[in-house]
């Protein structure tokens, strides 16, 4: 695993993706997305997939699920030290797989339901998610042969080298249920086959798949750093992940608002609806650093919906379909149509306008921990409501 | 609407361009003693002296009369003008009606008291025909007299010497040029033309014209005799207002004349020499026979006969520019004040290179000046003395040979050079 | 002809055998008879003598001393460093997109350039007024630049009225600004108020309370790169009637500015100023403070910023000036290229970046150079000779005798008239528009469509014969990784 | 009617106006010939006053009720129809001097070169723009419409 060969700065892929979220918080298996992201083969070449899914472990739905991936039991045990004295571990347990055609020498894949003990939060303002996070990047930055590829509430990733549906049955998602689910397949020109090196990236409940490339990754890797991130996944997409963890969970901004700062409108509309738009004005002045430039198109998951959108100038592919109570967004339609034959409405979302899917907010409550921070709650209601401002 | 223009010269053709400016239509009568186009008087002496070729007296175009639609009457005098009933008559009775009139009939040689006047060989100098006639005669001349120190004479004087005749000046001032010029000038001029060897005689004139059947000689006021073959009598020019003794046009030395070129008489106007207009220097009315007041008042009339009433004569000034013996001269307005009233004058003298430059100022506003030798750019000083502008602030500068808009003070120089008029 | 236009003297004519002859003596190689001349008659050659060729004792070296010999004072110079030291630029390339990433036409996209300089906060905080969302407080009042291009900073005095008009018309023009220098703000220049930034330097020549409202920016002069810890020395002959008004000094008295300003003697005197002027202006100005590139120049950078700095004015030691000793133009201070990379990188690993925006000087020669340093980590960069250039200057390096031939650095009003303001501003238009145009054509190549995305990407850098220190520093990797 | 303007403020009396003038209206228009070879040499119409450190040119204002035209005995100055420009026709021309002196701007010379006929400015005929504004270093010198 040669990810620590420093000078590899970033991954340029293109790819496949594939996502869905049932508003109303019915869950279904793995099948559907497995179906959808295999359909998409010819936009990936074996070199990665994986997914991510959304309630999946509702009976442990107050625990952090932590994902590792170790290259050898030293390895795990140095990380499992770790994990014992920074958290409370409460479930730990071996990823079920299955041997797959077409997945090779997979590294040793665990589990853990952890909780964070209240005393450990020694400095005030560290955020219980702040604990868990800094724990993260410990041990992908730190530790040898160990990687977290997972951390968030009830939800999970899934990730190996190979093609997506082999990638799904290697980790028997049929036998998961969950409101949302994403996928990636992956068609990566230049990184070395390394399962870290897959999508979805994720921090806590942010799981990120991504399709293109971010010419910005220079600015924004270093953006991220000032604000103590470490960007170590040879790959522009985990950078993704982290600008969301920033601007939605430390800044506290509104989805839409947050997709504003990164795919920011031209100041030439700005200008047009002069006045109207202080807010985007001060998005670009403040989060210059944050615009994502270059050609990507991305899905978002996150405990409360699926958000999918496209660069300003919309240079890859992104379709999207609603049917019933559910939103379907996908690099292409047939993806779609495959698991949703007849959708209601299929279109194709405008540059840098995001598609946003929301959980009811009642199964938000159920799904969720049920210490739910007030902030939390009405920046919950706030986001609800928001209209599409971009 | 009728115009009819008695006159054939600057005054007429400053007339006729005005009108045709804003009107094609108008018919436009043109009456005239001399049977030729349009020329140049003041050439006649470039003529006589071979200097010019025939057609080249000509002052305007061949085609000036169908270019400007006019109707010529040429070699046709006027006889006597009917105002009461707007008739011009011409000398065979015919009577030409006109709604405005031009009065532009210049001016006529002044003929003195001499005996013998008649004597063949005897001329005037102000007519193409003049020049002819001399020239006609000249083969079998090689001494003449030459009655007047005045421009017309000199120009004459100087004619003749180019056709190697042996040319004496007579005049009866002690000076040539004595009405435009001062002693300072004309002593530079006097010492060129003696050069060029002219004889000068002055203060003194001719008492008779001798000789039986062909001028022989004359004699002098005081007793001499001078051998000549041909005198030339160039005292000056007066209004020639012949064809309107006994009307009711008012006449003093010239037809008197008002800011409109308006005579008494309703729709009668007259223009150029023949008038007697306002002199914005002397602040008087009096005849000023130069070009370029010919031309400017024939303008104003014309317009005023358009009823375009924008354009006034704002008084003119006397100014003659002559080179003599490759001396040019220029003056402008006063140029002998008396001593008193309050007169400054200004003056610098190089009697080496002829370069003389006076300047006569009355309460900081040029009033005239002569300049010789050096004349480039004077007409600076004729539009300050035109527009009456106080030169305080920098009089010194008049005499410099650098003198210019430089000179200016800043706000004047960019009113004058800006706003182009 | 020549004889007329040369204010050094350098031609005279000889009546006798009606021939124009030139001493190579006081040449100074300004080109300004060799343009005009109606017959392409005249050429500028190095006078081809030369010293017995020797490593170290060049002929500029003893020149030198035969100067000093002679006048026992110190060298005087203009313009900026001219010594052969390394151009960091020159061992910069830049990246292109090719498959992976499309590349983008700024002819049919959009390209951005605009950019905002001032203090940003760390977060934005939002709220949501029931139809959509508002800002929760406005922004710290930012300057606003249609193109990452300022006119650095010149004083009137230094250079001509004439030469201050058209930077101002151009700045204004241009949606831009230009930079008073300690000179002063002319008082027919006031309308131009909104594209301006006044300095207020050692000397606190012209500072008053309206030149302070009418700017719309105030700097802070502590160095200049081409003379670091060097005062400023206008001579009594310069200082006229207009600028003496100007100035608010003695007409023909020297304008000294001090090295140090008095008031300032250590980091928190500073941050006394900065406020002070805040203060006086009702926060409505940003407030930057311009230092020379030295050697710890990121540690009083990041002291700047916490002082309350708004922007951070770097001058490296290529930087121009109208007069400063050669031996302190020559040695002292650091090129612009490692001040700039260290201040980034140590703002950032500070996480105060975001408080000051980083504006740089010192030499910049074209839109690759600004490029460059945009990409390093610089906001937006000051040029002065190359503006000076484009108006005319041949950069003789005599702007100390007041003779420019140019009508640039000089107050003669004989020479004065030579620069034509009205031509002088299309010709700084012309040169910020060409370079604007290029910088879309590279930010285009690399697929990216806003400035915003090149600032501090250092990815879009690769360094070409550079050591492995210097590669560190800059914070690039080597051609070829 | 277009005309030229002079800009004393940026005029810097290197008087190329006069040189290129005298170019213009030599026989060879060529800079050598005509200063080194053409005898007499051609005259520039357009004259740089200078005085201290100000200066500007001047040459013919073409007036539009010229004095110079009304005092003209010869018939030899003329208007131009199409662009309004008072010309001046050598052959006509007897030197009597009478335009210089009437004209307000000084701007008619005697050409004392051969013939003796007063030379002015004629806007460079049949030139889109007059040879010493288009050849001014210091855009000093307009041509614009009044």
């Known amino acids: 695993m040669d990810r620590k060969r420093t000078w590899f700065e970033k991954d340029i892929s293109g790819c496949s993706l594939t996502g869905f979220i049932n508003e109303n918080g019915e869950r279904v298996s793995g099948e559907a997305i497995i179906q959808s992201i295999a359909l998409m083969n010819e936009r990936s070449n074996g070199l990665g997939g994986g997914f991510a899914a959304y309630g999946i472990y509702p009976e442990m739905k107050d625990l952090y699920a932590l994902h590792l991936m170790y290259d050898d039991l030293q390895a795990k045990e140095e990380t499992e030290r770790i994990l014992n004295e920074l958290l409370f571990v409460e479930l730990k347990e071996e990823i079920p797989t299955r041997k797959t055609q077409g997945i090779h020498r997979p590294p040793l894949l665990w589990r853990y339901f952890v909780k964070v003990d209240e005393n450990r939060l020694f400095e005030p303002g560290v955020s219980e998610e702040d604990y868990i996070v800094e724990i993260v990047m410990k041990i992908n930055t730190s530790s040898k042969g160990a990687f977290v590829f997972s951390s968030g509430k009830n939800m999970g990733a899934f990730k190996a080298v190979g093609f997506p549906d082999d990638v799904g049955r290697f980790y028997r998602l049929e036998e998961y249920q969950g409101y949302t689910w994403i996928a990636h397949g992956r068609f990566p020109t230049n990184t070395p086959g390394w399962w870290g090196g897959a999508h979805p990236f994720t921090l806590l409940d942010f799981a990120v798949v991504h399709n293109g490339e971010i010419s910005s990754y220079g600015i924004n890797k270093r953006y991220l750093e000032m604000f103590g991130y470490q960007c170590t996944l040879m790959t522009d997409t985990e950078v993704m992940a982290y600008l969301f963890d920033l601007l939605l969970r430390k800044h506290r901004l509104p989805i839409e608002i947050a997709c504003m700062a990164l795919a920011a409108p031209t100041w030439q509309e700005i200008d047009h609806y002069d006045g109207k738009m202080e807010l985007a004005k001060a998005l670009r002045i403040v989060y210059g650093s944050a615009l994502v430039n270059g050609p990507f198109a991305i899905l978002l998951g996150h405990k409360r919906g699926l958000i999918g959108f496209n660069d300003r100038i919309k240079l890859r592919p992104l379709v999207a379909a609603r049917k019933d109570h559910t939103l379907y967004i996908a690099s292409e339609e047939a993806g779609i149509r495959e698991i949703c034959p007849s959708p209601e409405k299929v279109w194709s979302p405008k540059a840098g306008e995001p598609i946003t899917g929301w959980l009811k907010e009642e199964q938000q409550r159920e799904f969720e921990s049920s210490r739910i921070r007030i902030s939390d709650r009405e920046r919950s209601e706030q986001v609800y409501s928001v209209p599409s401002v971009c | 609407m009728k115009i009819v223009i008695i006159g054939n010269s600057v005054a007429a053709v400053g007339a006729i361009e005005a009108v045709r400016s804003v009107d094609r239509s108008t018919p436009i009568t043109v009456i005239s003693d001399e049977p030729h186009p349009v020329y140049s008087r003041p050439l006649i002496s470039y003529l006589l002296a071979g200097e010019l070729k025939p057609d080249q007296i000509f002052y305007r175009p061949k085609n000036f009369y169908e270019k400007n639609n006019l109707r010529p009457l040429l070699g046709r005098s006027v006889t006597k003008v009917h105002f009461e009933e707007r008739t011009v008559q011409l000398e065979n009775g015919k009577k030409i009606p006109y709604d405005h009139l031009l009065i532009a009939t210049g001016g006529k040689p002044f003929i003195p008291k001499i005996e013998g006047l008649d004597t063949p060989g005897v001329y005037t100098f102000t007519k193409l025909e003049d020049a002819k006639k001399i020239s006609s005669v000249l083969k079998d001349v090689q001494k003449a007299v030459v009655i007047g120190g005045g421009l017309i004479g000199l120009k004459a004087a100087e004619a003749l010497r180019k056709r190697k005749i042996e040319v004496t000046v007579v005049e009866l001032a002690d000076h040539i040029l004595s009405l435009t010029l001062d002693e300072t000038a004309s002593s530079i001029l006097e010492k060129a033309l003696k050069k060029e060897g002219v004889h000068l005689i002055t203060s003194n004139t001719v008492e008779a014209i001798l000789g039986d059947g062909r001028v022989e000689s004359v004699r002098l006021a005081d007793g001499k005799l001078l051998k000549t073959q041909l005198v030339v009598v160039a005292i000056g020019v007066v209004p020639n207002v012949d064809p309107f003794k006994e009307t009711a046009l008012h006449i003093e030395k010239g037809v008197l004349v008002n800011e409109r070129m308006e005579t008494n008489i309703p729709d009668v106007y007259a223009a150029g020499d023949v008038t007697q207009a306002y002199d914005k220097i002397l602040k008087s009315y009096r005849t000023i026979p130069v070009w370029p007041n010919a031309y400017v008042q024939g303008k104003i009339a014309g317009y005023q006969m358009t009823g375009n009433k924008k354009y006034q004569y704002e008084g003119s000034f006397m100014m003659n520019s002559i080179e003599v013996a490759h001396v040019p001269t220029i003056s402008i307005g006063l140029t002998n004040p008396l001593p008193n009233d309050g007169y400054q004058i200004i003056r610098k003298l190089d009697r080496s290179s002829n370069v003389y430059r006076k300047v006569i100022l009355k309460e900081d506003v040029i009033v005239g000046a002569i300049f010789t030798g050096h004349i480039d750019r004077v007409g600076i000083i004729t539009g300050l003395l035109r527009d009456g502008v106080k030169v305080k602030g920098f009089r010194k500068e008049l005499m410099s040979e650098q003198f210019g808009f430089i000179s200016f003070p800043k706000n004047l120089r960019k009113e004058k050079l800006l706003d182009l008029k | ?481 | 009617m277009k005309r030229i303007f002079v800009k004393e403020e940026v005029c810097i009396g290197c008087r190329l106006c006069e040189i290129h003038c005298l170019v213009e209206h030599s026989k060879s228009k060529n800079i050598f010939k005509a200063f080194k070879e053409e005898n007499p040499r051609a005259l520039s119409r357009i004259h740089v006053e200078e005085k201290g450190t100000l200066s500007f040119s001047l040459q013919c204002r073409h007036c539009e009720e010229p004095h110079c035209l009304e005092a003209c005995m010869s018939g030899a100055l003329y208007r131009d129809e199409k662009t309004g420009a008072i010309l001046h026709n050598k052959e006509q021309c007897v030197g009597c001097w009478m335009c210089l002196m009437v004209c307000p701007y000084g701007t008619i010379q005697r050409d004392l070169n051969g013939k003796k006929v007063a030379s002015k400015c004629d806007l460079c005929m049949g030139r889109e723009t007059p040879v010493c504004v288009m050849k001014c270093p210091n855009e000093a010198l307009e041509y614009r419409e009044i």
Request: hydrophobic share 40%.
């Open chain 3, 1 to 481: 002809m020549c004889v007329r236009q040369c204010a050094f003297e350098g031609h005279s004519y000889d009546p006798e055998n009606d021939e124009v002859n030139s001493k190579e003596e006081v040449c100074v190689g300004c080109h300004r008879c060799v343009t005009l001349c109606p017959t392409n008659a005249l050429t500028v050659r190095q006078n081809p003598l030369d010293f017995r060729a020797h490593g170290n004792w060049t002929g500029w070296a003893i020149r030198n001393i035969f100067k000093q010999a002679e006048t026992g004072g110190v060298l005087l110079t203009g313009m900026g460093n001219d010594r052969t030291y390394p151009i960091y630029w020159d061992h910069l390339l830049l990246n292109a997109s090719q498959v992976t990433n499309p590349s983008i036409d700024p002819l049919r996209e959009p390209m951005e350039l605009r950019t905002y300089l001032g203090r940003k906060p760390d977060k934005l905080d939002v709220q949501y007024n029931g139809k959509n969302f508002q800002l929760k407080e406005p922004l710290p009042r930012q300057l606003k630049l249609e193109t990452p291009v300022v006119f650095s900073a010149m004083s009137y005095g230094a250079i001509s009225y004439n030469t201050c008009e058209s930077l101002a018309r151009a700045a204004h023009a241009l949606g831009t600004y230009y930079n008073t220098g300690e000179g002063g703000l002319h008082s027919n220049l006031y309308k131009y108020g909104k594209n301006t930034i006044v300095q207020v330097a050692s000397g606190r020549f012209g500072v008053h309370k309206e030149y302070l409202d009418t700017a719309a920016a105030i700097e802070i002069k502590i160095g200049q790169g081409a003379k670091p810890g060097i005062g400023g020395h206008l001579p009594g002959e310069k200082v006229v009637e207009d600028i003496s008004k100007t100035r608010m000094i003695p007409k023909g008295t020297d304008a000294l500015s001090p090295a140090p300003q008095h008031d300032i003697y250590s980091i928190e005197d500073l941050r006394m100023l900065i406020y002070a002027l805040k203060e006086a202006t009702r926060y409505t100005k940003p407030i930057s403070v311009k230092i020379a590139a030295v050697h710890n120049a990121a540690a009083i950078a990041s002291g700047m910023v916490r002082a309350g700095a708004d922007i951070v004015a770097l001058d490296g030691f290529r930087g121009g000036t109208g007069a400063a000793p050669t031996v302190i133009r020559d040695n002292v201070g650091i090129p612009i290229e490692f001040a700039l990379a260290a201040v980034d990188q140590r703002l950032r690993d500070e996480g105060i970046r975001h408080q000051a925006s980083i504006l740089v000087a010192g030499g910049f020669r074209n839109s690759a150079d600004i490029f460059k340093a945009i990409a390093l980590g610089a906001d937006a960069v000051y040029i002065g000779t190359a503006a000076l250039i484009a108006m005319g200057c041949h950069v003789c390096q005599k702007c100390y005798t007041g003779k420019c031939n140019w009508g640039i650095a000089t107050q003669d009003p004989y020479l004065e008239k030579r620069l034509n303001p009205d031509i002088a501003t299309e010709r700084l238009i012309n040169l910020i528009h060409a370079w604007s145009h290029e910088i879309k054509e590279m930010l285009g190549g690399m697929g990216i469509n806003a400035i915003e995305s090149l600032r501090g990407n250092r990815l879009a850098l690769r360094g070409i014969g550079l050591t492995d220190t210097e590669l560190d520093i800059l914070g690039v990797l080597p051609a070829g990784r």
